[in-house]
């Protein structure tokens, strides 16, 4: 562990502007800064920098089809511990074999992601629930545990080579870091999740989907919110110029996202959208990648408008609730 | 109060007038849609200033059956709106009317929707629940103030708000009144608008969802407090509404036989506003 000073860090991601594209929480929600950026728990999430809402990826001109240039390396600065976590997270499905995602990968790839520690949770976090937790450094370049005027910083080489050494941490920074991660983990509600994937799927047609699922109105706010969800569509835009392929976020909840062109839909109703937004994080995520597609980051069930809370469709699912 | 609801919604079961009641129950955060479909479940309703949600916007999901309905005034306006237009069968709505106290936001602050609500009282019912409340009549002075603003900051303000939005359509689904088969930002053919978050497809987004709204939104403010990015939308429709009210001196959702002035004309009209 190593101690920097917080003027040094904030001056150097300031100047680090110049060569990066610098994403981090500010008003409120992460978003592209010239290396200002606020102590919050922001609501549009860090995958923002990584997958956002509308990019460009290629385009049609003079008869001639062209990439999307690569664009300068990103930093993510500031983000929670579960939205660095999250991003790892939207990589394993990115990461696919046959299918790889080059736009999502060229970025992560030469991208750095700095969180900081929560040392006050929320009411709605559950993230100890995944094995992970407000101290976690699973996806992060580096954390960092605010102290005093300095941060406390676990890293890697990549870090340090562009924010410096700083000194090595002191005994009492080590006892402070252990303690503070104990208090805030402490104060997290944990949700029992084993063997959640395969009670999951031996449910699949219990009639419980209806109940749960009743009050959903399938709106976009839980899964534009969520920080691994990373659906996306691609449509064709006519320019003056030629014709720009884009994409943009996409989500399971809405019902065009399934509807084929003959008009059928395999998931018409309220029921089939939520079952398939549970399942593919907490059953298909698992079986396939060996993870939950889920941080616990409590945004869905802070932002949904009819208070749907993911936490007590897991207990009643794992049989807990 | 909560007894009354709970009393009230006991002896519709028992008579058989509803075989499902929509209400509010108690939610992990705020109030949350409840649907109950025995009579023994009644005890889980609950009333307070949380209860931000129209429950209208469910009421399509049982056509058909006999439903019941935990009103406040606004959502009750929805209810007759959604008969208006031919979406429900008055006699298959059974209305438990709350005459509404006004609902808060998490900081104990009023709804803009409430503070100037002229119809607390649900204007149709099958039973009341409690004393009537007055309204308040004070026409819209919110939309006044934005009216005297110059083009320039109106435009300015608009934008702004829109800039906001992620078009997660959130609002659109909270509507009760947003119930189209297929909305005009998800045609492909013909494509009424881009995808994305250009500055002009968010306006142009902004700008049909409030004009589809006119002479039908009940003001219940149900879109704006559904927006997960505190988006201002309800300005909009409430400068609709108050334009239907002084061009066609309607107002939504009082009589289930009218229609709104969009879906009907009259040689009565006025037309100071076509060329
Ligand atoms: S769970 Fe909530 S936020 Fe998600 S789609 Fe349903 S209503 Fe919208
Ligand atoms: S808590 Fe909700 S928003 Fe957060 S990662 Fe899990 S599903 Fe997504
Ligand atoms: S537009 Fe908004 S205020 Fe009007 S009825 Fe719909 S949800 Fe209510
Ligand atoms: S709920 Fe808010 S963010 Fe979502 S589409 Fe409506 S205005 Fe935009």
Known sequence: ?321 | MIERIREEARKAFEEGKIEILIGFGRGTLRATPIFIEKKEDVDKLIWDDTCWINLATYLRRFRGKKTGIVAKGCDARSVVALIAEKQLKREDVYIIGVPCQGMKNEKGEEFLSCRYCEYPTPPVYDVLVGEKREGKKENYPDVSEFESMPPEKRWEFFSEEAKKCIRCYACREACPMCYCEECFVDSLDPRWLEPGLSLSSLQFWHLVRAYHQAGRCSDCGACERACPMDVKILYLTRKLNKEVRELFGFVTGLDPEALPPLGTYSTEDKEEFIL
């Not at chain 1, 500031?78 to 939205?83: A, H, Q």
Request: net charge neutral; aromatic share 12%.
């Open chain 1, 1 to 321: 562990m190593r101690r920097i000073k917080k003027e040094a860090i904030e001056k150097k991601l300031k100047e680090l502007a110049k060569d990066y594209r610098i994403f981090a929480p500010m008003n409120g929600d992460v978003k592209e800064t010239g290396g200002e950026f606020e102590e919050c728990f922001p609501r549009l999430s860090g995958k923002c920098a990584f997958l956002p809402p509308e990019e460009e990826i290629l385009r049609y001109k003079d008869g001639k089809v062209e990439e999307t240039p690569e664009d300068k390396p990103i930093i993510l600065f500031g983000i929670r511990p579960c939205d660095a976590r999250a991003i790892s997270l939207i990589e394993l499905a990115m990461r696919d074999e046959k299918f790889p995602d080059v736009y999502f990968l060229r970025k992560k790839e030469k991208g750095i992601i700095i969180s900081i520690a929560c040392k006050e949770p929320g009411d709605t976090c559950f993230c100890t629930s995944f094995g992970h937790g407000p101290f976690s450094t699973q996806g992060s370049d580096a954390l960092l545990v605010e102290k005093d005027d300095y941060y406390l910083v676990l890293g890697n080489e990549k870090f340090f080579k562009l924010f410096g050494e700083g000194e090595e941490a002191r005994e009492e920074d080590k006892e402070y870091f252990e303690e503070a991660k104990k208090r805030a983990e402490e104060k997290i509600e944990k949700i029992p999740v084993d063997n959640l994937g395969e009670k999951l799927l031996s449910r699949i047609e219990d009639p419980v989907w209806e109940k749960i699922s009743r009050k959903c109105l399938n709106c976009g706010a839980c899964t534009f919110l969520c920080p691994t969800c990373y659906c996306f569509d691609i449509q064709d835009l006519e320019r003056s110029w030629g014709v720009s392929r884009r994409r943009y976020w996409d989500s399971c909840m809405f019902s065009i996202y399934t509807k084929e062109a003959s008009g059928h839909n395999p998931r018409p109703t309220h029921r089939e959208r939520v079952r398939n937004r549970i399942m593919h994080k907490f059953s298909y995520y698992p079986y396939l990648y060996g993870e939950f597609g889920c941080t616990g980051c409590g945004r869905c069930v802070v932002y949904c408008p009819v208070n749907f809370d993911i936490r007590e469709v897991l207990k009643i699912l794992g049989g807990s609730g």
